[in-house]
């Protein structure tokens, strides 16, 4: 039964419907960033903007997060099914699908008149980013050749990177000069060139699908609501057993995943997936190090404006170099990997973020908020370098016939991750806040205890990498020296 499938997979790179190979194989690396810059920008400008929603809508601030949350959770919900989906449809209708699902909610959220048509518009967008991303990945995989990947992947999630720098600006400025409205009307346009372009350079792949596994994706799917709801209450509450509770239940649901993957002809996500040791260790390594990674976009704004009493905008303007760096560590990335190879690089280059991130804690509340750029400029290198580095390794060996459900995990797993992060930094910033002996009763110090026990972890982190082989990555490289 393998050899069959692994044959109808073998056959589905015919379905592919490009007059121009050379065209599409030019243009999908900037039809995959519209959609990734679109999803990244809507993320991060709504946290900024949801004091000035919560006051034209008459809802109180604190529960606003509900249009944080149910963008979360149907993200959760909704991504584990994009690769079935784009095996069944074909990857060109559902991803210009989702660009008009995500756009249209878009549009929906700027004409919202109450929360509960806000939510239901973020949910809307919620089943379009859930597709778009892991669905313009899938082509992106399977359109270049393995040594051309990791170039065309390097461009494409560029805008992963900058969105979260360039999100608060230009919110903050909207909010202030223009309307919130504007924070969900700028997608429409972006959306409208990710929808055109992908009329006539989007690849269409299918495969045959012999079954859906209806049971694994609701078990599955119900482990990531759990997960992302027990991650959205961490930041939200002060009563601990709830969340454990909640959190527990998510794993819980993940063992009864596996335990039907074990038994099923055909899970949505093949156990045999892990015994594939770059994608193992790509996982493990992706969640163990964006939990120190991903708090760091919310931990330094959140100092700035708490511990130095400066401006949303201020703050923004600091963390922006991020962005400029990391477009330098994306030109220098393939030379790295190819004189250094995966192992010593992500190994290396996590101990440097961890120090970076370390750093964060040595300038005191007296000190000027400028010693931040330079540390934060030089992370920005690195973390572009580390992300590139993580997200090929874990796709480096996948067979033909595991693409699909090999990347639909990857992306659950990084949204899991972000979250774990981001719920990780808020758990350890209360500890630290709520100790008023132990930093002098000034909030500064809270922060930089957070930043050395995050960036000791993520020190820690890099030991998961010691798991790959020297040569592995190898068929990801380049012939650019």
Known sequence: MLSCIKAKYTSMNFNASTQNPESTK?????????????????????????PAIAKDLNESPLDMQ????SYVLTLAL??????????????KRV??????????????????????????????QGVGGSLMTPVGKLALIKTFPKK????????AIIPALIGPVLGPLVGGYMVDYLSWHWIFLINIPIGLVGIILSLKFMP????????????????????????SISLELFGNTVHITPVLLVLSSGFLMLYFYYRHATTDNNPIFPLNLFKVRTFRVGIVGNLATRLG????????????????GQSAVTSGWIVAPMALTAMFGKSAVIKILNRFGYRATLMFNTFIIGFLICCMALPGVNSSIYWYIPIIAVLGFFNSIQFTAMNSISIADLRQYHTSSGNSLVSVNQQLAIGFGIAFGLIVLKVFQGDVKLINNEIHNAFRYTFLVVGTLTIISGLVFRRLHFKDGDNMKSDEQ
Do not use: W
Not at 148 to 154: D, G, S, V, Y
Not at 204 to 227: C, E, M, Q, T, V
Not at 294 to 306: K, N, V
């Open 26 to 50: 030019a243009l999908l690396p900037i039809i995959l960033a519209t959609a990734i810059l679109m999803q990244m920008l809507d993320s991060t400008i709504l946290n900024t903007s949801l």
């Open 66 to 69: 509900n249009a944080i949350i």
């Open 78 to 91: 909704f991504m584990p099914v994009s690769g079935f989906l784009s095996d069944k449809f074909g990857t």
């Open 95 to 124: 991803f210009i699908f989702s660009l008009v699902l995500f756009s249209a909610g878009s549009l929906f959220c700027s004409l919202s008149h109450n929360l509960t048509q806000l939510v239901i518009s973020r949910m809307i």
């Open 148 to 155: 051309e990947l990791l170039k065309a992947m390097n461009f």
């Open 204 to 227: 269409d792949y299918k495969s045959p699908i012999i079954d859906f596994d209806l049971k694994g994706f609701l078990i599955f799917a119900a482990a990531s609501l759990l997960l």
């Open 293 to 308: 990674i991903s708090s760091i976009p919310l931990l330094l704004p959140m100092m700035i404006q708490i511990a130095y």
